[in-house]
């Protein structure tokens, strides 16, 4: 059974820093592309961030120098480090994977429960 656990949220200031994790189990992480999605209160749910299983990376325009996605192989785990976070960073982020990265950007085939951010001013 497919399962993905976030973790790591939290109530940060301006300017701070939380780290995401995405506890995997249930698949091999070599098969599929993985990836950070946010969802700011009232909005649509955005991508954020992937990582393929070639171990390609990519980012949204507004997180770029500033998250940084991974994944630890041996603990198989998927992380976010965000840093310098800003108000509108504020809301739900889930992690998320699929057997491509087509089908991730588009629906996803797994999701975790989500965890929340709130980032003050």
């Known amino acids: 059974q497919v399962q993905l656990v976030e973790s790591g949220g939290g109530s940060v200031q301006a300017g701070g820093s939380l780290r995401l994790s995405c506890a995997v189990s249930g698949f091999a992480y070599s098969t599929y592309c993985m990836g950070w999605f946010h969802q700011p209160p009232g909005k649509e749910r955005d991508g954020v961030a992937t990582i393929g299983s070639d171990g390609s990376l990519s980012y949204a325009d507004s997180v770029k120098g500033r998250f940084t996605i991974s994944y630890d192989s041996a603990k198989n785990t998927l992380y976010l480090q965000m840093n310098s976070l800003k108000p509108e960073d504020t809301g739900m982020y889930y992690c998320?994977?699929?057997?491509?990265?087509?089908?991730?950007?588009?629906?996803?085939?797994?999701w975790g429960q989500g965890t929340q951010v709130t980032v003050s001013s």
């Open positions: 998320a994977a699929d057997h491509s990265f087509l089908g991730l950007v588009t629906g996803g085939q797994y």
